[in-house]
């Protein structure tokens, strides 16, 4: 079962009351002898004013750090955070291009499947020629070529992009 | 509206992803920084207090500071009055300790380190000071945030229950019970008057 605060019309004058740093006026005292609950109140606001106190005599005494340098490090932080918003999407490009590059490796193994079962099937270095021949013959050239030709391509593009947004 | 009559017109959680952050491609922190200085002057070491006692460590209290200052001068704070900047920088700060008491528990380590870890300072306290420190230690975080808020700060509950995440309806049973819990100690050690 949730205990329920009790309320009594006279907290807020309990409370300023014992935060004000004066005796409290009769009335309160005569209400403090009757309420166990602003008793509560009363002593937790006054302990609570000398505690605020003595923190604050501690503050006072306390050299805090310096503003100035709190200042730029807010520069600092900022002008990191601008950067890593504009190079955002750079970086999931670069995942992106990550991804494209591995696609672009299994196509090619996929289209060179057919020349690359023949070195599997091949159980000695001299019978792997026929292989190697069919390999660079034209059709199985050109695939090469060009699969080689998109790649390099793709990393001009990128490196190229890099230095533009690095200018 | 707060109790004393202003609007809290900035309601983003300072904490959300990006929210501490202006526009894309401004390059300038929200106040020059001669305001910034005055403001520091003026709210400082109210902050510092603040922090002390609910970390329970100076130092520790040092490094929020300029945490919760940092993330206040890079937030979108235009158009705020004074008083509510005050509010924000505190629910910034707020923040930052609840994250440092989701990392680990530092009730226990408020307790051993209080005052040890304040040997360097130059003026050594009083035992009275420890033995307040001690028993504000004792209570648990929130309830610390809690009775700072309420009773130093002046804060009214929704603004309470805004810097510490907490609903509005709770905070009345949640800082009866760190009252009463504060009212125990005080009894138990002999220190209420």
Aim: proline share 5%.
């Amino acid at each position: 079962m949730i205990m329920q605060p009790p309320h009594c019309t006279h907290d807020a004058d309990v409370r300023r009351a014992a935060t004000s740093g004066h005796p409290p006026d009769p009335a309160i005292l005569a209400h403090l002898a009757d309420c166990a609950d602003c008793r509560e109140t009363f002593a937790v606001a006054g302990w609570m004013l000398h505690l605020s106190a003595d923190t604050g005599r501690m503050a006072s005494e306390r050299d805090l750090p310096d503003p100035a340098r709190i200042w730029w490090r807010a520069r600092l932080l900022q002008r990191w955070e601008a950067e890593t918003r504009a190079t955002a999407p750079l970086d999931v490009m670069q995942r992106v291009e990550i991804l494209g590059g591995f696609i672009a490796l299994v196509v090619l193994i996929l289209t060179l499947l057919p020349e690359l079962r023949g070195f599997g099937a091949a159980s000695d270095g001299a019978s792997w020629w026929p292989a190697v021949a069919r390999l660079l013959a034209p059709s199985g050239l050109t695939t090469l070529i060009i699969s080689s030709v998109l790649l390099l391509g793709l990393m001009a593009a990128v490196t190229i992009r890099q230095l533009l947004v690095e200018d | 509206m707060s109790s004393d009559g202003y609007v809290i017109r900035h309601t983003a959680d300072p904490h959300a992803p990006g929210s501490a952050s202006t526009e894309a491609g401004a390059d300038v922190v929200s106040m020059d920084e001669h305001a910034f200085q005055a403001f520091y002057r003026a709210h400082g070491r109210a902050l510092w207090s603040y922090l002390c006692r609910i970390l329970g460590n100076p130092a520790q209290a040092d490094d929020a500071l300029q945490e919760a200052f940092c993330k206040f001068l890079v937030a979108p704070i235009g158009g705020l009055g004074e008083s509510e900047q005050r509010a924000y920088l505190f629910r910034i700060a707020t923040n930052l300790v609840i994250d440092q008491w989701r990392k680990r528990s530092r009730e226990q380590q408020a307790l051993e380190q209080w005052p040890t870890a304040d040997r360097a300072e130059k003026n050594q306290p009083s035992a009275a000071s420890i033995d307040m420190s001690r028993t504000f230690a004792e209570l648990k975080p929130r309830e610390r945030a809690l009775l700072w808020l309420a009773y130093v700060e002046g804060s009214a509950h929704d603004e309470i229950a805004q810097s510490l995440g907490l609903k509005p309806k709770s905070i009345r049973v949640l800082l009866f019970r760190a009252r009463r819990r504060l009212a125990a100690l005080l009894e138990k050690k002999g220190l209420r008057a």
